[in-house]
C-alpha cells in the first residue's frame, strides 16, 4: 500500500476489484535455482521472486511447471515474478504495440519526449548516447551523438 503494509486481502490489493485474480502466496527463488518462463514462443529465465496465485484467468506466460508467471485481463497485465531485462523488454513492447504506442528500446539514460513535430532527447547517463532520429532528421539542438547530460532536439515529419 502507499504506507509500505501489505493490503488487506493480499495482492493485489484495491486492484482485484479490476483484475480477477489473487496472490495467495509468495516466494523469493534463491540463487542458483532459477526458473524458466514460456511466452511468445520463447523461453526466459525467472528468478528473484514468485506468486503463486488464485484466479481462473488463463495465464499467457507460464513457468516450466505450467503454473502462471502472466496474466491478461482486457488492458490489464500481472506478471507474478521478478522479470528478466529480456522478458520485460519484449512482454511490455508488445503490450505498447497492442496498445497502438510505438516503443523504443533506448540505451541507459537516455529519454525522450515530443511535443507537436519536435522530438526531444535528454541524455541523463555518463556515456554519449545516440539520438533515435530519423536519417534526414534536422536537429535544431545539439546532433545525433548526445554527450552525457546533454539534450538534443529535432523536427520530425
Known amino acids: 500500500t502507499r504506507d509500505y503494509h501489505i493490503p488487506d486481502g493480499l495482492p ?4 482485484r476489484s479490476r483484475f480477477a485474480l489473487k496472490v495467495v ?14 511466452w511468445g514462443n520463447r523461453d526466459y529465465p525467472a528468478g528473484g521472486w514468485r506468486d ?19 496474466f491478461r485481463d482486457g488492458n490489464w497485465h500481472l506478471l507474478t515474478l521478478f522479470p528478466d531485462e529480456r522478458f520485460l523488454v519484449d512482454y511490455l513492447g508488445a ?6 504506442l510505438a516503443a523504443e528500446k533506448l540505451p541507459p539514460g ?3 519526449r515530443g ?3 519536435l522530438r526531444f532527447a535528454f541524455n541523463y547517463g ?3 548516447a545516440e539520438a533515435p532520429a530519423p536519417a534526414d532528421a534536422a536537429f535544431l539542438l545539439g546532433g545525433r551523438r548526445i554527450p552525457p547530460h546533454e539534450i538534443a ?3 520530425t515529419g
Do not use: K, M, N
Open 115 to 117: 511535443r507537436g513535430s
Open 153 to 155: 532536439i529535432w523536427r
Open 110 to 112: 537516455l529519454r525522450l
Open 95 to 100: 503490450a505498447a504495440g497492442e496498445a497502438g
Open 126 to 128: 555518463p556515456d554519449q
Open 52 to 70: 503463486h496465485v488464485d484466479t481462473d484467468l488463463v495465464p499467457v506466460a507460464r513457468f516450466d511447471d505450467g503454473a502462471g508467471a502472466a
Open 25 to 38: 502466496a509468495a516466494e523469493s527463488v534463491p540463487p542458483g535455482l532459477p526458473d524458466r518462463v514460456a
Open 12 to 15: 493485489p490489493g484495491p486492484l
